[in-house]
């Protein structure tokens, strides 16, 4: 079956660095577009980036410049580099597969299947 194990959050002061992985398994991972999506307090849950099966990447408005996803499909691993990270990064992180077939890759109704989340916690 397919499982997403997310991995690497912690706390962090403001202006630090956090390198967050995405294990997938239970199908080939190197065929799918995968995604990060995170949840803050109170909040809906948001798009952070995406990448194509291929390594080309999207960003949100909100992480460009700051954020870097990346995957190893050889390791069956997707990553997710955070710098320069600010307070309001503070959310728990969600690695993502689309469903098959998903035109689109903004919105979390595109995916069907979701890690666990890994906990990202920014202070001043």
């Known amino acids: 079956q397919v499982q997403l194990v997310e991995s690497g959050g912690g706390l962090v002061q403001a202006g630090g660095s956090l390198r967050l992985s995405c294990a997938a398994s239970?199908?080939?991972?190197?065929?799918?577009?995968m995604a990060w999506f995170r949840q803050a307090p109170g909040k809906e849950r948001e798009f952070v980036s995406w990448i194509h099966w291929s390594g080309r990447e999207y960003y949100a408005d909100s992480v460009k410049g700051r954020f870097t996803i990346s995957r190893d499909n050889a390791k069956n691993t997707m990553y997710l580099q955070l710098n320069n990270l600010k307070r309001e990064d503070t959310a728990v992180y969600y690695c993502?597969?689309?469903?098959?077939?998903?035109?689109?890759?903004?919105?979390?109704?595109?995916?069907?299947?979701w890690g666990q989340g890994t906990q990202v916690t920014v202070s001043s």
């Open positions: 993502a597969r689309p469903r098959p077939g998903s035109s689109g890759f903004l919105r979390s109704v595109e995916y069907d299947y």
């Open positions: 239970g199908y080939t991972f190197s065929s799918y577009n």
